[in-house]
């Protein structure tokens, strides 16, 4: 058997129900590897080595209470199989530190709703992942940690917001990785780190929402090495009380099925581009060109076309993606150990009246309208996953390049830069969450020729409700 980081999350998963490894051995592997590796990439913010390797002992518990026939099928979906999760996450009895010295870092009472799934598909936690403070942004960087590094270039952000858990999965750090979407935090890293992201219709994965996203922005989603990888973890989201839900097939059982010949609409417009005029970088280009490429090889017919949007969308929604932000508890004594961004648009968060706040959100169902309308011409939508390749650590913030903490000092303050530049970097990611829709990262081009060799590129399929299974088709057909 290979080592076991370099087995696919599928044939790991096969390994641990057939007992071809343990789950304490599968744990203690990866613990070593986080300890080899982590200090130098900064995707974990904690590890949890003791609780991880207890609770891997409860799995190979169950696992000798089970014989026969019925092992494979008595035994949860991902019985054994370590993974991590996002620092904005409630992991009970880990701090949860939100990316922010601003907060007081206290352990979680309990799981949050996506924990407690994926807890109860038998899935074993070693930790928290490195976020930006408060997921606001495409790179995960704070003031209380090192940032997260691409494990591909070091000096290379790994993105964000789930940028952490992005280079834990491209590192081997796990097999793969839940992940959270509410502005394109599962997608951007999954492009920046060479990963297949997928980010579900709002509402397929309930356990993943957010209280505070008035929006409904927030969605959670697989970060995987491979479209069968994503599946797996997809079919673990969707559980009903650990099982699959009745009469429906596996996500992982449905990307067998080639999909018939697709209608694509390519589209490089941006709903950004009226405030932020931006060009893609030649590799963004070339990217969607290997996309197009292999999609038309696979039988798909790829038209340009067109799309019109609204104007208005940037300001609608900044208002509500940083509308959380300002209702935050946070003490006024410790407002100034909040970033440049986040202490500016908490600011402008907490002088907007509700009635404008109302105003955006009534535009976004309209934006979304709209959009849609457009998007149905076609099966599919593509464009480039980013339009810039992956950006240096400290790029976003004018930060100094350390390899310790990120003092306040360090950082530029410019907030409207930082955030112009987000924009820019991450053009096409926002509104598929305004929309609702399922859209997916694939990681079809490498800017020095071949896998492995120089920084990854991506290209982004959006695809109507309901289409999750079509798009991790797609993915897998095209060798992902």
Known sequence: MAEIHELSAVQLRDALRTGEVSARETAAHFLARIEARNHGLGAFIAVTPEQGMADAGAADALFAQLSGGALGRSLPLLHGMPVAFKDLTDVAGVVTTHGSAALDHKPAPVDSALVATLKGAGAISLGKTQVPEFGLTAYSENLIAPPSRNPHALSRSSGGSSGGSAAAVAAGLVPFAPASDGGGSVRIPAAACGLVGLKPGRGLVPSGESSGDPAKLVVAGPLARSAEDAALMLDALVLADG????????????????????????????????????????????????????????????????????????????????????????????????????????????????????????????????????????????????????????????????????????????????????????????????????????????????AGDGLPMGIQLVGPMGSEALLLQVAAELGF
């Not at 969607?288 to 940037?314: C, F, I, K, Q, S």
């Not at 913030?397 to 991450?426: I, L, M, V």
Request: net charge negative; glycine share 8%.
């Open 243 to 450: 099982k699959a839900l009745e009469g429906s097939t596996s996500y992982l059982d449905s990307i067998t099925h080639e999909p018939a010949a697709l209608r694509i609409g390519l589209s490089l417009d941006s709903p950004w581009q009226a405030i932020f005029p931006f060009t893609p970088d030649p590799e963004a280009l070339e990217a969607l060109d290997d996309g197009v490429r292999l999609l038309t090889a696979a039988g798909h017919d790829v038209v340009e076309t067109t799309v019109r949007y609204d104007n208005r969308y940037p300001h609608a929604f900044t208002t509500a993606w940083t509308s959380g932000v300002g209702s935050a508890r946070i003490a006024p004594r410790r407002e100034a150990l909040l970033t440049p961004l986040t202490r500016t648009f908490r600011r402008r968060a907490q002088q907007r009246s509700a009635a404008k706040l109302s105003e955006s959100l009534v535009f976004l169902r309209q934006f979304q309208r709209d959009t849609i309308a457009q998007y149905s011409e076609w099966d599919l939508m593509l464009m480039p996953s980013l339009a810039q390749t992956p950006r240096p650590v400290g790029w976003f913030t004018g930060a100094a390049h350390g390899d310790g903490h990120w003092p306040a000092s360090e950082w530029a303050g410019d907030a409207d830069g930082d955030y112009r530049k987000q924009c820019e970097y991450a053009p096409w990611s926002s509104m598929v969450n305004v929309c609702g829709l399922p859209a997916i990262s694939i990681p079809v081009h490498w800017t020095g020729g071949s």
